[in-house]
């Protein structure tokens, strides 16, 4: 059973940064990491997802050169949020995959293992 929890979350004006965190205890060998969203009314759609092993990560395109994401270990992985904007508001959840050589953003029913969510708002 592998177990995520996120922290970070918070308020911020537009324009601002927050980074949040994920502790992954339970997961052992190669796997695949992934930030997704859930704005109000809308479906969870992937942000951020991280093939570390092969070096390879890929972004939503309505993050790209805003969100960053990266490990300083096996048990912490992290997402940089620059120059936030309003439409970033959501709740965002780190999840885990079983290792795959299908290398693309992760879409929510290949996800094994969810946390259980942090609240970002970001305000004008």
């Known amino acids: 059973q592998v177990h995520l929890v996120e922290s970070g979350g918070g308020s911020v004006q537009a324009g601002g940064s927050l980074k949040l965190s994920c502790a992954i205890s339970?997961?052992?060998?190669?796997?695949?990491l992934a930030w997704f969203r859930q704005a109000p009314g809308k479906e969870r759609e992937g942000v951020a997802t991280?093939?570390?092993?092969?070096?390879?990560t890929f972004y939503a395109a309505s993050v790209l050169g805003r969100f960053s994401v990266y490990r300083n270990s096996q048990t912490l992985y992290y997402l940089q949020m620059n120059n936030l904007q309003t439409e970033d508001t959501a709740i965002y959840y780190c999840?885990?995959?079983?290792?795959?050589?299908?290398?693309?953003?992760?879409?929510?029913?290949?996800?094994?293992?969810w946390g259980q969510g942090t609240q970002v708002t970001v305000s004008s």
């Open positions: 339970g997961a052992y060998g190669r796997y695949v």
């Open positions: 991280d093939y570390y092993e092969a070096g390879r």
């Open positions: 999840a885990y995959a079983r290792w795959s050589d299908d290398y693309r953003l992760l879409q929510p029913g290949q996800v094994d293992f």
